[in-house]
């Protein structure tokens, strides 16, 4: 995705929507019900460049403070993106963003839907040479969900997932299916009410198909606060090309 210019809430990707039955289990979606944490300074950073045309850059530097906090660190791939899987670099210095890339971008394209074997078997023997495949245990929960509570960075799995890496503080990355985003959504949203750091408790409520799928109903400017958020984590990734 690139956005041409700024208020960058004007512009952005189509967004994606899943079709269900789900709806909302007595919940009067509104302001009342926000999906967002007004208090985290991400959140006020991202509504002032949806509201007020601010610059950007207040964002950013909220979501890379939040980032070194936490040891959570999201990186975008739009070429090829999520492949759900786990990896753990094989050498330290880890390998850069950059380097992400310009491995996924070998990953073989689909003829007719399917994927041919000896194709997969070479991308595999180069991915080999950076990461080996990794655990769950690899990609802990703590960490990404404390970044989660503190930033308040919600967009349903449809949105995010897949275009999306998350690396941890060990250097472990993680990507996820779009349904298996939403499940992640689900039990932070559950862990963050035990901790108290629900802001609406709510949420806890919702299956994985709402933040799968359905976190726009919960949120009036839902669709603004996707596309400025996707283009804020853009632009941040861009400068850490090298990182």
């Not at 929507?17 to 959140?43: H, I």
């Not at 670099?89 to 839907?113: I, K, N, Q, V």
């Amino acid at each position: 995705m690139h956005l041409g210019g700024d208020p960058i809430a004007d512009e952005g990707p189509k967004l994606r929507r899943g079709r269900s039955r789900w709806t909302p289990e007595t919940v009067e979606f509104g302001v009342a019900a926000n999906l967002l944490d007004p208090s985290a300074p991400f959140v006020r950073a991202v509504l002032a460049i949806i509201e007020d045309d601010a610059d950007p850059e207040a964002a950013i530097t909220e979501l890379v403070a939040a980032e070194k906090r936490h040891g959570i660190r999201i990186l975008r791939d739009d070429v090829t993106g999520s492949l759900a899987s786990t990896w753990v670099p094989l050498r330290s210095p880890r390998p850069t963003l950059r380097e992400l890339r310009a491995l996924l971008a070998r990953f073989p394209a689909p003829r007719d839907g399917v994927i041919d074997d000896d194709a997969l078997r070479a991308f595999d023997r180069q991915r080999q040479a950076l990461y080996r495949e990794g655990s769950d245990d690899e990609t802990p929960d703590e960490p990404l969900f404390a970044f989660l509570s503190g930033t308040s960075l919600l967009l349903a799995g449809t949105d995010f997932a897949g275009d999306h890496w998350i690396e941890y503080p060990d250097g472990a990355l993680g990507s996820w299916t779009p349904r298996a985003w939403g499940q992640c959504l689900r039990h932070w949203a559950r862990a963050a009410t035990k901790r108290g750091e629900l802001h609406r408790a709510w949420l806890a409520r919702q299956d994985h198909v709402f933040f799968t799928s359905y976190a726009y109903k919960a949120e009036p400017r839902y669709d603004a606060w996707c596309r400025a958020v996707l283009e804020v984590i853009r632009r941040k990734c861009e400068r850490q090309l090298d990182e």
